[in-house]
């Protein structure tokens, strides 16, 4: 029987086939040093592989974004630094300021440097990097926001409401001025309203009202919250400021009329408690609690003049309502008003000018009336407060209460009315634009930054080197402020800190990423060599075959000729 000739020959192409495919397998893998170059190969290693790359590009990237953030905190803290300078120089020249030798226009020459300090302080306040605040950055706590929506939609136009009714002023809309409040505590007030007062006329322009939320208790929502109480307080400033010469209140163009603004802005909410708890304290001392008002003028800082401040306006309440004028104070603020919005000058709108034009009241000018209000009068006015028990009933003492006539007796809660709705004033309201949130890896993993804020002398009316008392109160201030940088240095301190472990750990998460990749990809280079070597040799001897084969030239009768075919 005859066989098929050529079919070790055609097995054998196939085989050189199956060796060269072979061959540019390895080749492919020894090139790329990768041992799945075609996703076919081991579909369920390739889908591993692209999902942790893509992983590590994304961890990449976060790597950068963290160490951008490095470079923010050390801006940050390099800022504070030179914060920290300031308040030291400043520190010096308020010690400097007390110097009982130093005469006034040395001590003139230490303030014009001190407000240059306090002015490069605003602007460090400002500074960003690459367009992004440095200072103040982050998402707002859940209590701020809660402050701010109490502020901006009750307590502003509750505020304004009560103060047009009890004073008869108006709101300047022209006027803007930044609301702020700090999460933090920056010493020493509550909350304060800054001016920008202009001492050739008088006139003042409202910068800023602040308020610092460690000062007030939760909740800050109406009507649980008496921070309205102190809202209306700052109001009263703000508004006054747009109503009268605020610059120049009293008209003799020296006197700042502090006790007249104060008294004012606690006269609106009341201040009986605080009276009445001196009082308890001093053994009923009216002479001292009364002349704690001083001439009037001093940087304020203690109860004691506030205290005073409230009960000399509440005295000139009264004398003005004796003197046939119903209204009482409101009478004055409204002339007041009259003359700045006519224009006829402080001299001639302030409080000397308003005693002038009204002798039934009984005085010669503002320090006629200071020094009635500290003597004997006052003194028995006071008195007899405490005495008929009026500064310790359930009413405040405020303008519109039972103790001045009022009908109802409004407490700590009631004093101030709720309200609803958009204030008339033109502030300018912080933004919350979101927490600074460090991406920690590629799975998304995040955590906020600490917020970090820089430290401001803004009421440089109050604190300045003007005088010794006000050099006092502005070491006094500048040793808070001191304890506040630290404070603030210490959360950059804080970021860094947790930057640098993070990026650690980062770094760490990259590298076993590599080597998770190298591991499921990568060729096993020493393996793959001896098989590229193995079917390289196979791949050779098949194709010497076939090119030996290609020369044979045998006819079918050659190869069959001499055989006996079908014999045994």
């Given at each position: 029987m005859l066989?098929p000739?050529?079919n070790?020959l055609?097995g054998?192409?196939?085989?050189?086939?199956?060796n060269k495919?072979?061959?540019?397998?390895?080749?492919?893998?020894l090139?790329t040093?990768?041992?799945?170059v075609n996703?076919?190969?081991d579909?369920?290693a390739?889908s591993?592989?692209a999902?942790?790359?893509?992983?590590?590009k994304?961890?990449?990237?976060?790597?950068?974004?963290?160490?951008n953030?490095v470079?923010y905190?050390q801006?940050?803290?390099?800022i504070?630094a030179q914060?920290?300078?300031?308040?030291?120089?400043?520190?010096?020249?308020?010690?400097?300021?007390l110097?009982?030798?130093?005469?006034?226009?040395d001590?003139?020459?230490y303030n014009?440097?001190?407000?240059?300090l306090?002015?490069?302080l605003?602007?460090l306040?400002?500074?960003?990097f690459?367009g992004?605040?440095?200072?103040?950055?982050g998402?707002?706590?859940?209590?701020?926001?809660?402050?701010?929506?109490s502020?901006?939609?009750?307590?502003?136009?509750a505020s304004?409401?009560?103060?047009?009714?009890?004073?008869g002023?108006?709101?300047?809309p022209s006027?803007s001025?930044?609301?702020i409040?700090?999460e933090?505590d920056?010493?020493?007030y509550?909350a304060f309203v800054m001016?920008?007062?202009n001492?050739?006329?008088g006139?003042?322009d409202?910068?800023?009202m602040?308020f610092d939320?460690?000062?007030f208790?939760a909740p800050?929502t109406?009507?649980?919250?008496?921070?309205?109480r102190?809202?209306?307080?700052?109001?009263v400033?703000?508004?006054?400021?747009?109503n009268s010469?605020?610059g120049?209140i009293?008209?003799d163009?020296a006197?700042?009329?502090?006790?007249?603004?104060?008294?004012?802005?606690e006269?609106i909410?009341g201040?009986?408690?605080?009276?009445?708890?001196?009082?308890?304290?001093?053994g009923?001392?009216?002479?001292?609690?009364?002349?704690?008002i001083?001439t009037?003028?001093?940087t304020?800082?203690?109860?004691e003049q506030?205290a005073?401040?409230?009960?000399?306006v509440?005295?000139l309440?009264?004398k003005?309502?004796a003197a046939?004028?119903?209204?009482g104070i409101?009478?004055m603020?409204q002339?007041?008003?009259?003359?700045?919005?006519?224009?006829?000058?402080?001299?001639?709108?302030?409080?000397d000018?308003y005693?002038?034009?009204?002798?039934?009241i009984?005085y010669?000018?503002?320090n006629?009336?200071l020094?009635d209000?500290?003597?004997a009068?006052g003194q028995?006015f006071v008195?007899?407060?405490?005495?008929?028990g009026?500064?310790?009933?359930?009413?405040?003492?405020?303008?519109?209460?039972?103790?001045?006539?009022g009908?109802?007796?409004?407490?700590a809660q009631?004093?101030i009315?709720?309200a609803?709705g958009t204030a008339?004033?033109a502030?300018?309201?912080e933004q919350?634009t979101?927490s600074?949130?460090?991406?920690?890896?590629?799975a998304?993993?995040?955590?906020?930054l600490?917020?970090?804020d820089?430290?401001?002398?803004?009421?440089v009316?109050t604190?300045?080197?003007?005088?010794i008392?006000?050099?006092?109160?502005?070491?006094?201030?500048?040793?808070?402020?001191?304890?506040?940088?630290?404070d603030e240095?210490?959360?950059?301190?804080?970021?860094l800190?947790?930057?640098?472990?993070e990026?650690?750990?980062?770094n760490?998460?990259?590298?076993q990423?590599?080597?998770?990749?190298?591991?499921?990809?990568?060729t096993?280079v020493?393996?793959e060599s001896?098989?590229?070597?193995?079917r390289?040799?196979?791949m050779?001897s098949s194709?010497?075959i076939?090119?030996?084969?290609?020369k044979l030239?045998?006819?079918?009768?050659?190869?069959?000729?001499g055989i006996m075919?079908?014999q045994s």
């Amino acid at each position: 029987m005859l066989s098929p000739v050529n079919n070790d020959l055609t097995g054998l192409v196939f085989e050189t086939h199956r060796n060269k495919v072979e061959l540019n397998d390895s080749l492919s893998k020894l090139s790329t040093g990768k041992r799945i170059v075609n996703p076919g190969e081991d579909s369920g290693a390739h889908s591993q592989v692209a999902k942790i790359g893509s992983k590590h590009k994304r961890d990449l990237a976060n790597l950068q974004n963290l160490q951008n953030l490095v470079s923010y905190s050390q801006t940050q803290d390099g800022i504070l630094a030179q914060v920290g300078e300031i308040l030291h120089r400043m520190n010096e020249l308020a010690t400097r300021a007390l110097d009982v030798t130093t005469s006034d226009g040395d001590r003139e020459n230490y303030n014009k440097e001190f407000l240059e300090l306090a002015e490069q302080l605003e602007e460090l306040e400002s500074e960003t990097f690459n367009g992004v605040n440095l200072f103040g950055a982050g998402a707002f706590s859940a209590d701020k926001k809660q402050f701010i929506e109490s502020l901006t939609t009750h307590w502003l136009k509750a505020s304004e409401e009560q103060i047009i009714q009890d004073y008869g002023w108006t709101v300047d809309p022209s006027d803007s001025w930044n609301l702020i409040v700090n999460e933090k505590d920056t010493g020493g007030y509550a909350a304060f309203v800054m001016t920008s007062q202009n001492p050739a006329n008088g006139t003042a322009d409202v910068i800023e009202m602040q308020f610092d939320l460690p000062d007030f208790s939760a909740p800050h929502t109406q009507p649980a919250s008496t921070a309205d109480r102190v809202v209306a307080h700052e109001m009263v400033h703000a508004m006054q400021a747009q109503n009268s010469y605020y610059g120049d209140i009293v008209g003799d163009g020296a006197s700042s009329g502090k006790w007249f603004k104060e008294g004012l802005a606690e006269f609106i909410h009341g201040a009986d408690a605080s009276a009445a708890s001196i009082l308890a304290s001093n053994g009923d001392d009216y002479a001292a609690l009364n002349g704690a008002i001083g001439t009037g003028n001093e940087t304020w800082s203690t109860g004691e003049q506030y205290a005073s401040g409230y009960l000399a306006v509440k005295y000139l309440h009264s004398k003005i309502q004796a003197a046939g004028f119903g209204d009482g104070i409101k009478h004055m603020t409204q002339w007041m008003k009259n003359g700045f919005d006519t224009g006829q000058g402080a001299a001639n709108s302030g409080i000397d000018a308003y005693f002038t034009a009204h002798g039934g009241i009984g005085y010669a000018g503002n320090n006629a009336f200071l020094t009635d209000f500290k003597g004997a009068a006052g003194q028995a006015f006071v008195q007899n407060l405490n005495d008929t028990g009026l500064l310790g009933n359930a009413d405040t003492g405020s303008i519109r209460g039972s103790d001045e006539g009022g009908g109802t007796a409004l407490g700590a809660q009631a004093v101030i009315g709720d309200a609803t709705g958009t204030a008339q004033s033109a502030y300018v309201e912080e933004q919350d634009t979101g927490s600074l949130t460090a991406l920690i890896d590629g799975a998304g993993l995040t955590y906020d930054l600490q917020s970090v804020d820089t430290i401001t002398i803004s009421d440089v009316a109050t604190y300045n080197l003007d005088s010794i008392s006000s050099a006092v109160a502005t070491l006094g201030e500048l040793e808070l402020l001191l304890e506040n940088l630290a404070d603030e240095r210490s959360y950059t301190g804080a970021n860094l800190s947790r930057l640098e472990k993070e990026i650690d750990n980062l770094n760490g998460k990259i590298t076993q990423g590599e080597l998770a990749v190298s591991r499921i990809e990568d060729t096993d280079v020493a393996l793959e060599s001896n098989r590229f070597a193995t079917r390289q040799v196979r791949m050779q001897s098949s194709i010497a075959i076939l090119a030996q084969a290609q020369k044979l030239n045998i006819g079918i009768q050659d190869l069959i000729r001499g055989i006996m075919i079908g014999q045994s």
